[in-house]
């Protein structure tokens, strides 16, 4: 079963503007946590931004969000203020503490943004 | 070096061939994994090496697929008999470990080898 949902497979942003990007997830651990990272076109994967479970605060780093919403199970990432720069393919991804313990990570199918002027 | 490197970036075989990919994590870092991307299966797990634990090898697609990490560091991926259908970007990430605690241990990526089977 996939353990890792990302919706929009495409989406076009204008520059400047923000974007939503959606990921929900599908687990019975208690402790997990929730990645997103980012791979332009040559092809590298950067991360991004890194939200626990027991986090009790949405984590934010610089113009990335992750909107943590643990009873629906969604991790949502919001890109503030977008840039040329931003457009490339997005994954949400997933650790589990005890049925993997830490170890692989779970990615959803991607969702490809293409930011215009 | 200053993040995970894969070699080589590209790599062209024939049917039947045996291939070996090779990742060298970042320094440090005891944990070290292997993903394949193709355009029909997504991302998927292959092979996680942590520290002197048996490695969980749980996401080898088949017995042609292998794995070795020598010290502790270095790490080569070696498909058998290679089919047109593993013909994917093989990524190599590393991490600092499960014991560095659950924000500390992101996992790394180095760039890929994508891997053509003619």
């Known amino acids: 079963a996939q353990k890792i949902t990302q919706t929009q497979p495409g989406m076009f942003v204008q520059e400047k503007e923000a974007v939503t990007l959606d990921c929900t997830y599908d687990?019975?651990?208690?402790?997990?946590?929730l990645f997103w990272y980012k791979q332009p076109s040559s092809g590298e994967m950067i991360f991004l931004i890194y939200?626990?479970?027991?986090?009790?605060q949405n984590a934010t780093e610089g113009r990335y969000s992750l909107n943590f919403q643990k009873a629906r199970k969604s991790a949502n990432l919001v890109i503030s203020a977008s840039q040329l720069g931003d457009s490339a393919m997005y994954f949400c991804a997933m650790r589990e503490a005890l049925t993997d313990s830490w170890g692989k990570l779970q990615f959803g199918a991607g969702t490809q943004v293409v930011v215009t002027p | 070096g200053a993040g995970v490197s894969q070699s080589p970036s590209n790599k062209v075989t024939e049917k039947g061939k045996d291939v070996e990919l090779r990742c060298d994590p970042i320094?440090?870092?005891?944990?070290l994994y292997w993903y394949r991307q193709s355009l029909g299966q997504g991302l998927e797990f292959l092979i996680y090496?942590?520290?002197?634990?048996?490695?969980?090898k749980s996401g080898l697609p088949s017995d042609r697929f292998s794995a070795e990490r020598t010290g502790g560091s270095v790490s080569t991926l070696t498909i058998q008999r290679t089919q047109q259908e593993d013909s994917a970007v093989y990524l190599c990430?590393?991490?600092?470990?499960?014991?560095?605690?659950?924000?500390?241990?992101?996992?790394?990526f180095g760039a890929g080898t994508r891997l053509s089977v003619l």
């Open positions: 090496f942590q520290g002197n634990s048996a490695p969980d």
């Open positions: 320094s440090g870092h005891t944990a």
């Open positions: 939200q626990g479970s027991y986090d009790q």
């Open positions: 990430a590393s991490s600092l470990g499960r014991l560095a605690g659950a924000k500390q241990n992101i996992q790394y």
């Open positions: 687990t019975s651990d208690p402790s997990y946590g």
